[in-house]
């Protein structure tokens, strides 16, 4: 099963840009469907972005035009982070699951990474 390890994350004004990398060990994550989400203090885990493995991507409303979620050849993925708010602020994390597409459940995936803190002031 691929391992995932997040980094990027860290304490941005609002309006300023974060990228986000999920590095991937094992299996090439080109394999996988991968999606990025957020979970903010006392709020449910919610769906960032989502990407199938032939491409197609999925983007939260509030994410279009701000974020962009995309992957290399060499195993990472990233999640571009524009015009940050501070309703922004949550741990973020990185996924990968089997499935075929652009899952927006956190049931579509079956391995996580640790999380990454992204904190955006005002």
């Known amino acids: 099963q691929v391992h995932l390890v997040e980094s990027g994350g860290g304490l941005v004004q609002a309006g300023g840009s974060l990228r986000l990398s999920c590095a991937a060990y094992g299996p090439s994550l080109s394999s996988y469907g991968m999606g990025w989400f957020r979970q903010a203090p006392g709020k449910e885990r919610e769906c960032v972005a989502a990407?199938?493995?032939?491409?197609?991507a999925y983007y939260a409303d509030f994410a279009k035009g701000r974020f962009t979620m995309s992957r290399d050849d060499e195993n990472t993925g990233y999640l571009q982070m524009n015009l940050l708010r501070p309703e922004d602020t949550a741990v973020y994390y990185c996924a990968a699951g089997a499935t075929t597409y652009a899952g927006r459940s956190q049931y579509d995936y079956n391995a996580w990474g640790q999380g990454t803190q992204v904190t955006v002031s005002s």
């Open positions: 990407i199938s493995r032939s491409g197609s």
